[in-house]
């Protein structure tokens, strides 16, 4: 095996646990997603209705499968393909799936978007992706697949984070840092700036081949129900770009988080919690549709 490969294979295992372990826990940040995914999925109906004879549509990342929830919403009768390449998401959208009755035909498979095996070309109308291709590793070659497999004339809908390091967590996580002392705390990029910052994602689909690329950006609330919860899901829930912050902690200052955290709610709570006790973090995204 050519040493890329074997590279290759070890970022996708890596991937694969990440996303996995973080699965049963997933549902804090549905609260965000669906709501998003409903709104893209009516947006590429708009465009090209799933109801077009000869449909077929490709949830690709698809996570706990709330994005595969919003297109059997909108167009219960469309094929569908579900896939992620970590297999505890993968459950969970199967598990959605059963328990709220999808019509058939639909399918989950274990891929990498990277290289999505068994897809032929030019073979899908209707290619949807959230909050995935910003976060996953190689995402310009995730783009090249996707117009791969898209038919000429298919739609792309694409949802993606709007800022690199998910800034308005970061921020007060900078504010803590400088109180316990560390005054040089800082963070790489969690993602990727060309498929976070409108202009530039618009940029980016275009050079992946893709036309009449229209982009959209707004701010959407992450709601918690109290600080105490929204800490519970930064700290132990596993979610990978928080972990990715505390391992930046620890590698910075040398202590643990448990020094830390107590300082970091209290700037989250002054920042971010409500007169009724909820916490309400501003979230930017971005909306994409292209055409092949």
């Known amino acids: 095996m050519a040493s890329s490969d074997m590279k290759n294979d070890d970022v996708l295992a890596k991937e694969m646990n990440r996303w996995s372990g973080h699965a049963n826990a997933y549902t804090n940040v549905e609260r965000l997603t669906l709501p998003l995914a409903i709104q893209l999925a009516q947006w590429v109906d708009s465009v090209l209705p799933f109801a077009t004879h000869g449909a077929s549509a490709l949830d690709d990342g698809c996570g706990s499968g709330v994005l595969g929830s919003a297109i059997k919403t909108v167009c219960p009768a469309v094929p569908l393909l579900s896939c992620d390449v970590a297999e505890g998401m993968l459950s969970q959208a199967q598990s959605r799936a059963k328990k709220e009755q999808w019509s058939a035909p ?68 900078v504010i803590a840092a400088w109180k316990i002392g560390v005054l040089d705390f800082e963070i790489l990029d969690l993602m990727a700036s060309k498929w976070t910052k409108p202009a530039s994602v618009k940029d980016a689909l275009e050079e992946a081949g893709f036309k009449d690329v229209e982009v959209r950006e707004k701010m959407v609330d ?71």
């Open 222 to 292: 992450w709601e918690f129900e109290s600080l105490a919860k929204a800490m519970h899901y930064a700290f132990r829930e596993g979610n990978p770009a928080m972990e990715a912050y505390k391992q930046a902690w620890r590698e910075k200052s040398g202590k643990d988080t448990d020094v830390f955290e107590p300082v970091y709610a209290e700037e989250m709570g002054k920042l971010y919690e409500q007169e009724d006790g909820r916490v309400v973090i501003p979230i930017k995204v971005v909306f994409c549709i292209g055409r092949k």
């Open 106 to 173: 639909c399918d989950f498979q274990i891929l990498d978007a990277r290289n999505l095996e068994g897809v032929p070309d030019a073979s899908i109308t209707h290619l949807m992706s959230q909050y995935m291709i910003c976060l996953a590793p190689e995402p310009d070659r995730i783009a090249q697949e996707m117009y791969r497999v898209l038919k000429p004339g298919g739609v792309l809908g694409l949802g993606t984070y709007g800022l690199p390091r998910f800034d308005h967590v970061y921020y007060p996580w």
